[in-house]
């Protein structure tokens, strides 16, 4: 013990840090999995064939799943999602009830993204007509969405909005829709869809893991270093002995 003497102080806060860094990187590492994961399966369900609204409703795991869908759609009442950035412009997503002929269901489809580049001017947008034959996919947020604040909603349709509540829309309607937001396909009744499916991929997760690995590293490299340099330093002091 007398090789390595670190004191006190950097022994506690050592003992602080260390494991929580080591437990950062590991749950980067576990995000990053995560991510794998439901990168896999967004990209088996989306190469699968569609199913039918019916057979969607019937599903526990419904996300990512193709549906497809004959109706029309609600031009008198359209919702816009604010607070969307695609490519650092500011805009709006395109929501409206759609009327699913074979389930008889309501369905809140969202047509994707528009831009809204003058905050004084509402967007406008224009309703296909007719029945249509679209595929969609059932969108599942993933966790509780943070909001600084809630959009007051207009006098008047569409209503601008800051979070997506389909159940809420039925019932100011008094519909029998599904509590479920479907996001378009690429199509002619569809906007911009681009939607990404994780806001941050695996290879950026596995580089903060790095990151908090190396300064547990960086810190366990520099309690040894001051241990060592700290023995040394006892065992070169002069000892001064009474007569």
């Known amino acids: ?5 670190p004191g006190v102080l950097p022994s506690l806060v050592v003992m602080a840090l260390l494991p929580l860094l080591l437990a950062l990187g590991a749950w980067q590492l576990s995000r990053a999995e995560e991510k794998r994961e439901l990168l896999a399966m967004h990209e088996a369900r989306r190469l699968a064939p569609p199913v039918t609204v019916d057979q969607l409703e019937r599903r526990q795991d419904r996300a990512y799943v193709r549906v497809r869908l004959h109706g029309s759609f609600d031009a ?27 389930s008889g269901l309501w369905l809140l489809l969202n ?38 604040q809630q959009a007051q909603a207009a006098q008047g349709w569409p209503l601008l909005i800051t979070l997506v509540e389909p159940q ?11 509590p479920q937001e479907l996001r378009l396909e690429p199509g002619p009744a569809a906007f911009q869809v681009d939607w990404p499916v994780v806001a941050m991929s695996p290879d950026k997760h596995l580089g903060y893991a790095v990151q908090w690995f190396a300064l547990a590293a960086a810190l366990l490299g520099l309690f040894i270093y001051f241990g060592l340099h700290n023995a040394r330093e006892t065992r070169h002091e002069p000892s001064h002995h009474t007569a």
């Open 76 to 102: 008198e009442h359209g919702l816009l999602l604010d607070n969307s950035i695609r490519g650092g412009q500011a805009g709006v997503e395109v929501l409206q009830p759609f009327y699913d002929q074979a």
């Open 1 to 5: 013990m007398s090789a390595f003497r």
């Open 111 to 148: 047509r994707g993204w528009l831009p809204w580049p003058d905050r004084r001017i509402a967007p406008t947008f224009a309703t296909p007509e007719g029945p249509l034959n679209l595929t969609a996919w059932a969108y599942v947020p993933l966790g509780e969405p943070f909001l600084l």
């Open 168 to 178: 809420a829309l039925w019932q100011r309607l008094g519909r029998a829709g599904l």
